[in-house]
Nanobody
Framework: QVQLVESGGGLVQAGDSLRLSCAAS????????MSWFRQAPREDRDFVAS????????YYADSVRGRFTISRDNAKNTVYLQMNSLKPEDTAVYYC?????????WGQGTQVTVSS
């Protein structure tokens, strides 16, 4: 089992920045990939970004590429999402997810609200 705890959400204005954190604990030895998804009200949960744990390769949704940066601290088993130039359409609950072995684990989510 892997436990994930997100933090860093909040209310900001358009153009501001936020950094989300997601700390993994438990059986983290076999972490393969960590990702961020987001879900706006009445919308599906969408992929935002992911990072391969061992090599650091990153992937981004087109909607955030160039504004968001995913990174990791292997020693702390923590993944970050630096969000710059935030837009009202970035408003959503942001979820951290981890793939370890053949299982996917999810955090509880953190709210990000961007006002215009």
């Amino acid at each position: 089992q892997v436990q994930l705890v997100e933090s860093g959400g909040g209310l900001v204005q358009a153009g501001d920045s936020l950094r989300l954190s997601c700390a993994a604990s438990g059986r983290t030895d076999n972490l393969y990939r960590m990702s961020w998804f987001r879900q706006a009200p009445r919308e599906d949960r969408d992929f935002v970004a992911s990072i391969i744990w061992s090599g650091g390769t990153t992937y981004y949704a087109d909607s955030v590429r160039g504004r968001f940066t995913i990174s990791r601290d292997n020693a702390k088993n923590t993944v970050y999402l630096q969000m710059n130039s935030l837009k009202p359409e970035d408003t959503a609950v942001y979820y951290c997810t981890a793939r370890a072995d053949i299982n996917d684990y999810w955090g509880q989510g953190t709210q990000v609200t961007v006002s215009s």
